[in-house]
């Protein structure tokens, strides 16, 4: 049997660009209510407030934009006026619309491991928009199959991967979080692939699990399919 048999490959900024766009709405956020209030650090009480409703929201745009509305009312001791309400639903709204620009070697790389390997697409967020975007990526056909999940943890890559294959321990996943995609999937036994991105969420900052004997590092996902090549014959 070979070591590798199935292959987890996370989302957004790994296959596609995401985190810009969150950054552009913080940007847009601090200007919609500069006019309305004097606090230096707006766009910090907004990410504390993301990370605050993380448990009753869960992760993607639509939890943001509540925490957007949420941040603008405190910074403004309820004073934020209507319409400035209406142009952060707009702001949300318009980032469920972004196109989605695939990351450089995303496709040929799938392509690669795809004739190789079982191929599973997990990723977390908003059920709609994960769909919304895999679908307009052009990639859905390269995955035996797609996971949309509340959250990563060991306990669910466990079950995944024993869904999708034999178990963790003969998996890789792949992702640019080291908190979601790399330590997690350590935990449950099985190979964590590091792809690190220039933007990357501050909540999914983690230490870098170096002496970690399943732990693994690429520039970017050209590199992949020989590493996937070099932990199948080791």
Do not use: C
């Amino acid at each position: 049997m070979p070591k590798l048999q199935t292959i987890g490959v996370d989302a957004d900024d790994t296959l596609w660009h995401n985190e810009r766009y969150f950054r552009l709405t913080h940007d847009r956020f601090a200007d919609l209510l500069a006019p309305y209030s004097d606090a230096p650090d707006m766009v910090e009480r907004l990410k504390s407030a993301e990370k605050r409703n993380l448990g009753l929201y869960g992760f993607g745009v639509k939890g943001f934009v509540l925490s957007m509305v949420e941040t603008a009312v405190e910074v403004t001791d309820g004073a934020v006026p209507g319409h400035v309400v209406s142009e952060l639903l707009q702001a949300g709204q318009d980032m469920l619309r972004y196109p989605i620009e695939l990351l450089p070697h995303a496709r040929d790389t799938l392509q690669q491991i795809a004739a190789e390997y079982h191929l599973v697409l997990i990723t977390k967020g908003d059920l709609w928009d994960q769909e919304r975007k895999l679908a307009q990526s052009g990639l859905g056909d390269l995955f035996d199959a797609v996971e949309i999940v509340s959250d990563k943890t060991p306990e669910i890559y466990t079950r995944l991967f024993a869904r999708h294959g034999p178990g963790p321990d003969r998996a890789a996943m792949v992702g640019n979080s080291l908190r979601s995609d790399v330590a997690p999937m350590i935990a449950a036994g099985g190979w964590g692939i590091h792809v690190p991105q220039e933007l990357s969420w501050d909540y999914e900052a983690e230490a870098s699990p170096q002496t970690a004997p399943r732990f693994r590092e690429i520039a970017d996902l050209s590199a992949l399919p020989t590493l996937l090549d070099e932990i199948a014959r080791a």
